[in-house]
Nanobody
Framework: QVHLVESGGGLVQAGGSLRLSCAAS????????MAWFRQAPGKEREFVAG????????SYADSVKGRFTISRDNAKNTVYLQMNSLTPEDTAVYYC?????????????????WGRGTQVTVVS
């Protein structure tokens, strides 16, 4: 059975940084695409950043480009999201997803696996 466990969320002041981790177990994910999504109160879940298993390419939502960095450690079955220059608009529950597909350059969650989320709150 596959488990994804996110960690690293918390409360931070605007301009600060956080590093989220998503540890996967139950399968080796070195050949899976991985991504981070987020959902703010009253809004739909949205794509934040993705990592292709092949070639190491990454993709980002326009709202986080230049501030967030996704990385992965296949040996540890873990994907990270380094978040810098945080703003209150980044406040959301952040979810890890594994096993999506890229279509026309965009990450599509579709099937795959979701973590349970970690809360990120940015205060001004």
């Amino acid at each position: 059975q596959v488990h994804l466990v996110e960690s690293g969320g918390g409360l931070v002041q605007a301009g600060g940084s956080l590093r989220l981790s998503c540890a996967a177990s139950g399968r080796t994910f070195s050949t899976y695409n991985m991504a981070w999504f987020r959902q703010a109160p009253g809004k739909e879940r949205e794509f934040v950043a993705g990592s292709r298993w092949s070639g190491g390419n990454t993709s980002y939502a326009d709202s986080v480009k230049g501030r967030f960095t996704i990385s992965r450690d296949n040996a540890k079955n873990t994907v990270y999201l380094q978040m810098n220059s945080l703003t209150p608009e980044d406040t959301a529950v952040y979810y890890c997803h594994v096993g999506g597909a890229y279509s026309s350059g965009s990450y599509r969650a579709g099937s795959g696996y979701w973590g349970r989320g970690t809360q990120v709150t940015v205060v001004s």
